[in-house]
């Protein structure tokens, strides 16, 4: 017997991963990210297959994470989650980002942490891909608290991309809108 | 740059991963778990290479994942965090286990949710193992709130394994004791 609300009470943050390749730059929400060593400093995220970033990042084998801020707006996380970026330009419309070291946009508004990462392993299971990135650079932006995939939900009342993993679970929640 | 302590923002929970092979049992805690994809569901957990339970999960391909409950007490997390099951049977000082329906032990005391899965796929990444397992079972247990890493840390002062992916950050806190 599988009862898919048991891994609702899986905790998460929320983070946005951003790409480019070849002057194509994209950018998407994620709650499904995990630091897996110390030394060195590598992480994994996992993305939709059909995702754009999912797409850039396989080209480009780079990427970037910046941590959701508790403080951040739902217009301001709109804009990368809740649309695709084949033919939207999110980051001519979120003025705060930077081009980061690795040469990928790296978003510094609204978030508290980011950091910039080299994919070294890829790992497709199902509908998904995990990218394992080594982190060559890494930076505190400011001293506010992480928003939790929990608080997202349950105080922001927000929706959840479709393409997350789930976004199954979340159809299931009366608060989706 | 590399500011180790920007990823001290990340947000986990707090799980016991368990398993046995050939009658060998033991389970650890784990902060670096999360869903990759919900149907079928699968799940990523990620544990140090030297670690007695990666070692039986190596050999079964089969693990078990509790959730800890926000009211767990720090003995009740101590037996399994803070010790090797090598030569210490783990199970025998823990009374509220059951034999889930894929062999493997699976923690139900102090849990809210637990889930069974089999090893689909294993990637190494330096000094640490990535498993991804499909779910087989999942089951709510109880109604109380998952136990999250920050809260682990600052409400409940408590200590991290030696081997966890943030050891290095843990040494640099200072109410590690």
């Known amino acids: 017997m599988i009862d898919p609300k048991a891994l609702f009470s899986l905790s998460y943050g929320l983070y946005i991963i ?8 994209n950018g998407q929400i994620i709650n499904a990210m995990m630091q897996l060593t110390a030394e060195p400093i590598c992480i994994a995220i996992c993305l939709h297959k059909d995702n754009y970033t999912t797409e850039l990042i396989g080209k480009s084998g780079l990427f970037s994470a910046s941590v959701l801020d ?3 707006t739902m217009p301001f996380i709109g804009n990368f989650g809740f649309r695709t970026g084949r033919n939207f ?3 001519a419309n979120c ?3 930077v081009t980061g070291e690795n040469g990928v946009p790296k978003v510094t508004g609204s978030c508290i942490a980011a950091v910039e990462a080299k994919v070294i392993s890829v790992t497709d299971v199902y509908t998904h891909r995990v990218f ?5 650079l890494a930076e505190q932006i400011s001293e506010g608290k992480p928003l939790t995939y929990a608080d997202y939900h349950i ?3 927000g929706k959840s991309p479709a393409n997350a993993p789930s976004s199954v679970f979340n159809a299931l929640r009366k608060d989706r809108d």
Chains 1, 2 share one sequence.
Request: proline share 0%; aromatic share 8%; charged share 35%.
């Open 132 to 136: 394992v990135g080594e982190v060559t």
């Open 70 to 72: 508790s403080e951040v």
């Open 18 to 25: 951003s790409t480019q390749h070849e002057g194509n730059m």
């Open 95 to 97: 003025k705060e980002w």
């Open 155 to 157: 105080i922001k009342k």
């Open 89 to 91: 330009d999110k980051f």
